[in-house]
Each structure stands twice: as C-alpha cells, then as structure tokens.
C-alpha cells in the first residue's frame, strides 16, 4: 500500500488547510487512517485517525473542535480539514494506514505503511 499526502502550504493563524491522502496498491476500506505530525525537534505526535467503516473517529486535545476527518471510499482518499490554525500546528503531517486496528483505530504510531509526508506552515 502507497500513501501520499497532499494539501500542506502556508497558512497564515486563523486559516483552515485541507489533508488528503490518497492510496494506491490497495483498498483504503479495510484500514484504518492515521494522521500525525512532527514538528522540528519534537516526537511525532497523533492528531486524528478514522477507522475503516468511518466510526469511530479520535481527535488528539490540540485538534478536537479545530478538526474533521472523513473518508472518501469512491477515491480511496482520506481527508484531514484543520480549521482555525494555530502557529503550534507547524509540522510536517503524516498519513498512515493499518489494518490490525482497522475497527476502532488509534493515534498511537502502531500503523503499517505511512506516507512521506506534507509540510503545514502557519504563521502568526
């Protein structure tokens, strides 16, 4: 399974980005979804993940209220809307698949295959 990740840019604080992560060599309705992010210098962290039939959905502190995953199953395609950005939201963000935990999923790194990653850039 190939992920790639896309929607990443500079935001200014307060604007909102749109995630996507698209897969290929597999069928995205038998895993679960992960999004994390890693900041400069600091460990990578869960921010929401979507299992495979789309509930439950789990949101980390920092994204709950400010987040919305979704799954696309015509497009193979799982989003990440992140509104009102914070400058601590700076990091490069990572989407990740698994199917062991494909019923409930988890922000914990416990996936199989993960993308390369899309910058995010909000500045103050």
């Known amino acids: 399974l190939q992920l790639v990740e896309s929607g990443g840019g500079f935001t200014q604080a307060g604007g909102s980005r749109r995630l996507a992560c698209v897969a290929s060599?597999?069928?995205?309705?038998?895993?679960?979804i992960g999004w994390f992010r890693q900041a400069p210098g600091k460990e990578r962290e869960g921010v929401s993940c979507?299992?495979?039939?789309?509930?439950?959905?789990e949101y980390a502190d920092s994204a709950r209220g400010r987040s919305y995953v979704s799954r696309d199953y015509a497009k193979n395609t799982v989003y990440l809307q992140m509104d009102d950005l914070k400058p601590e939201a700076t990091a490069t963000y990572y989407c990740?698949?698994?199917?062991?935990?494909?019923?409930?999923?988890?922000?914990?790194?416990?996936?199989?295959?993960w993308g390369r990653g899309t910058q995010v850039t909000v500045s103050s």
């Open positions: 979507i299992s495979s039939n789309g509930r439950p959905r």
């Open positions: 060599g597999g069928d995205l309705d038998y895993y679960a």
């Open positions: 990740a698949a698994s199917q062991l935990y494909q019923a409930a999923c988890t922000l914990e790194p416990w996936y199989d295959d």
